[in-house]
């Protein structure tokens, strides 16, 4: 595993890599709300090395003002996690250029991926996504609601502000929209057991994306917080990775 920095308008976005020898698939993914490139109680990290482990390269940046990229945390909102995925995809497709990609979006980072996929930079071969955020709107709200309000507006959440971009942002986006233009493979994973992303939420998807596959994992919960079902959904990823490989 080896750091990555790059150069996102004047912000330096901190990033994860893991390139094994002779890979030949390379696996972008994308953190959720309130999280970083290691996830919670690693999640990401785990994934990673259980990928690495199948030759899949993996490629984790913390979104700006999260983790250790520069900016605030108040200023995010899904249009720009978006604009930033799209720059990651073309700036590792240039300097990795004998990887296929694919891109992964774990709750509001499936979300992001979801936006993203609409107008893409490199050709993508798969999307994968794990309990993607649909009720985002809800949970940023209740979010607000339970921290401190600011004379500005925002609210102290656990010490990160959020802002009103993101709050008004959310207010007014249907998250189904554009997503019949995706023409590419989309899996769903969901578990069963998700508090903070019920998994009927993700029912409506299926309707959306053409072609797209869901499976609801029983028993399951929203961050896959026991190792074997994280080894599990590692796996899942990778026969995905693999069966698109060469699109």
């Not at 983790?67 to 720009?80: N, P, R, V, W």
């Not at 980072?109 to 009720?135: C, F, I, T, Y």
């Not at 299926?206 to 961050?223: F, K, N, S």
């Amino acid at each position: 595993m080896d750091f990555m920095q790059l150069d996102w308008q004047g912000k330096t976005l901190a990033g994860s890599i893991d390139v094994p020898a002779g890979a030949t698939q390379g696996l972008l993914l994308l953190h959720g709300f309130t999280g970083n490139r290691l996830e919670f109680t690693y999640f990401f990290v785990e994934l990673s090395r259980r990928l690495a482990e199948r030759g899949i390269a993996t490629f984790r940046f913390d979104f700006p003002g999260c983790g250790e990229s520069d900016g605030e945390f108040a200023d995010i909102t899904l249009a720009q996690q978006a604009l930033v995925t799209r720059f990651l995809l073309r700036e590792l497709a240039a300097r990795y250029p004998q990887l296929g990609w694919h891109l992964f979006g774990f709750s509001m980072g499936g979300r992001a991926a979801m936006l993203a996929a609409q107008e893409l930079p490199v050709p993508l071969r798969s999307l994968s996504l794990a309990a993607p955020a649909l009720n985002l709107a809800s949970v940023v709200a209740q979010a607000a609601a339970q921290g401190e309000s600011l004379p500005d507006g925002r609210s102290d959440f656990l010490g990160m502000e959020i802002g009103l971009a993101l709050v008004n942002e959310l207010t007014q986006l249907d998250p189904l929209a554009g997503l019949h233009t995706l023409r590419l493979p989309v899996l769903i994973v969901h578990g069963g057991a998700d508090a903070a992303v019920p998994p009927q939420e993700t029912l409506p998807l299926q309707a959306a994306i053409p072609h797209a596959l869901r499976e609801e994992w029983p028993g399951v919960d929203h961050t896959f917080s026991r190792r074997p079902w994280r080894m599990r959904l590692a796996d899942r990823l990778a026969q995905w990775v693999e069966l698109h490989a060469a699109e």
